[in-house]
Antibody
């Protein structure tokens, strides 16, 4: 079964850091481009970051550029998002999603990040 | 990084046809294929349409997509109660700052 499982969410104070993980199974992770997408409470979807299959190419949304870093470990079938200098507006459910044909075809169930003092 | 514009809501009775529009620009929809996602309440998004008009396996042919210039649309024919959900269009775009993926503002479909 094709599956993505996120973890690492939680409550963090403003200015703090958090590292999200996404474990992939059931497909060839090392050949798949990957993304992080978030959804603030009651709001729409917002793309956060992209990483190529090899990890050599990365893109970020302007709202997180310089604060978030996307990485992957193909040997461990895992995707990561290091989030630093967190702000209240980063509060959201964070989803990882695989990408094929320029579309996000498999999504995880999401992990919740709450930034609050 | 811009946003794709969708109507906030759409509705119809069972069996009716509902259409959702999505407006972008030459830097995103105008030069890249459009995707559509369905998000049922309390669940993760699901890919509904990719490459403007292609359905992934398992998606009913009641769902269809089209694109013209910098705009796109999703049609749901034979509306069913289980179609009540939020729908988002999306596309890759490029700017001076690099590539980005942009979602639409979302359309809540209600089955009356």
């Amino acid at each position: 079964e094709v599956q993505l499982v996120e973890s690492g969410g939680g409550l963090v104070q403003p200015g703090g850091s958090l590292r999200l993980s996404c474990a992939a199974s059931g497909f060839t992770f090392s050949s798949s481009e990957m993304n992080w997408v978030r959804q603030a409470p009651g709001k729409g979807l917002e793309w956060v970051s992209y990483i190529s299959s090899s990890g050599s190419t990365k893109y970020y949304a302007d709202s997180v550029k310089g604060r978030f870093t996307i990485t992957r470990d193909n040997a461990k079938n895992s995707l990561y998002l290091q989030m630093n200098s967190l702000r209240a507006e980063d509060t959201a459910v964070y989803y990882c999603a695989s990408q094929h044909d320029l579309a996000m075809d498999v999504w995880g169930q999401g992990t919740t990040v709450t930034v609050s003092s | 990084q811009s946003v794709l514009t969708q109507p906030p809501s759409a509705s119809g009775t069972p069996g009716q046809r509902v259409t959702i529009s999505c407006y972008g620009s030459s830097s995103n929809i105008g030069n890249n294929p459009v995707n559509w996602y369905q998000q049922l309440p309390g669940t993760a998004p699901k890919l509904l349409i990719y490459s403007n008009n292609q359905r992934p396996p398992g998606v009913p042919d009641r769902f269809s997509g089209s694109k013209s210039g910098a705009s796109a649309s999703l049609a749901i024919s034979g509306l069913q109660s289980e179609d009540e959900a939020e729908y988002y269009c999306a596309a890759w775009g490029d700017s001076l700052n690099g590539y980005y993926y942009v979602f639409g503002t979302g359309t809540k479909v209600t089955v009356l």
